[in-house]
Nanobody, 115 residues
C-alpha cells in the first residue's frame, strides 16, 4: 500500500500550487480521501475531504474559496489545488485514505509560503 504526495515547494504569498497524491496497492475508488496539514508546533488538521465518487467535498473554513480537492479514480490520484496562498498555509501536507475499518497516510509534502 502506498500514498505518494508530490507538488509541494516554496511559493510566494498569493501564488498557487497543485498537490497530487498517487495511490497504489488498494482499491482507490473504495476510499474517501482527505488532505491534512501540520505546521510546526501545531496539531495536524483536516484541510479538505472528498467522498469515493467525488460528489461530496468539505473544506476547513480557513481554506474555503481558495483550495479545491478533486480526484481521478481512473488514475488513482487525489489532488489539492491551492490558490491565493498565505504564509499561514505553510505546513507539511498529508493525504489520507479511509474506508470502513481502515485508513492509511502518505508521507507528506512540504509547502512553504514565503516572500
Amino acid at each position: 500500500v502506498q500514498l505518494v504526495e508530490s507538488g509541494g515547494g516554496l511559493v510566494q504569498p498569493g501564488g498557487s500550487l497543485r498537490l497530487s497524491c498517487a495511490a497504489s496497492g488498494f482499491t482507490f475508488s473504495d476510499c474517501a480521501m482527505s488532505w491534512y496539514r501540520q505546521a510546526p508546533d501545531k496539531e495536524r488538521e483536516l484541510v479538505a475531504f472528498i467522498d469515493r465518487a467525488g460528489g461530496i467535498t468539505h473544506y476547513a473554513d480557513s481554506v474555503k474559496g481558495r483550495f479545491t480537492i478533486s480526484r481521478d479514480n481512473a488514475k488513482n490520484t487525489v489532488y489539492l489545488q491551492m490558490n491565493s496562498l498565505k504564509p499561514e498555509d505553510t505546513a507539511v501536507y498529508y493525504c489520507k485514505a479511509v474506508r470502513t475499518g481502515w485508513n492509511y497516510w502518505g508521507q507528506g509534502t512540504q509547502v512553504t509560503v514565503s516572500s
